[in-house]
């Protein structure tokens, strides 16, 4: 491992389902710190229900990064500063997309400072082309019968489709 890597980072998010913009922060996270845990939210904390259970996430996430040996999958569903603590983490890592993910972003970061000013949130500017991706208009282009390409692993792609027929 190179020296000048830092040590753990979390990348926490509910990833219904999870897309190639997260992977992109996923994969560019791995490259600078010595582990990456990515945690999954085991909880409806929004209102909205997942189209994809927990366990579900979890594996299109494990068979994404296969190929990152310091890549780890988690659920959780205490509080995202106990998460990192429990894993030794110091640094929680998050994607940064247009404009209007700043408000949220900042308003959570005060709050998790309050509640822990040990843990440190760094964010990492979302790749231009995956700027404007999220789950949710995935999830909407996948109910009109869009295509997911270039957008989502294929396994995922497949499965949403499925799911939505459903
Ligand atoms: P979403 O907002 O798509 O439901 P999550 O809640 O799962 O995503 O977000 C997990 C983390 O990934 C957050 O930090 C979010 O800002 C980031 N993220 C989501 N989509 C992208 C993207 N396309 N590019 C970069 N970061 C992203």
Redesign the pocket.
Known sequence: MPAERLLSAI??????PV?N??L??IGRASEVFERVIVGVVDQAVRKTKTVFTAAERVAFIEEATAGLGNVEVKPFSNLLVDFARENSAKVVV????AIS?FEY?FEMNQLNRKMAPDIESTYMM??PE??F????GVKELAMFGGDLEGLVPPAVARRLQEALER
Do not use: F
């Open positions: 990348c926490p998010g509910s990833y219904d897309t913009g997260h992109d922060i998050k994607g940064l997309r993910d972003e979302a790749a995956y700027s991706l999220s789950s949710s």
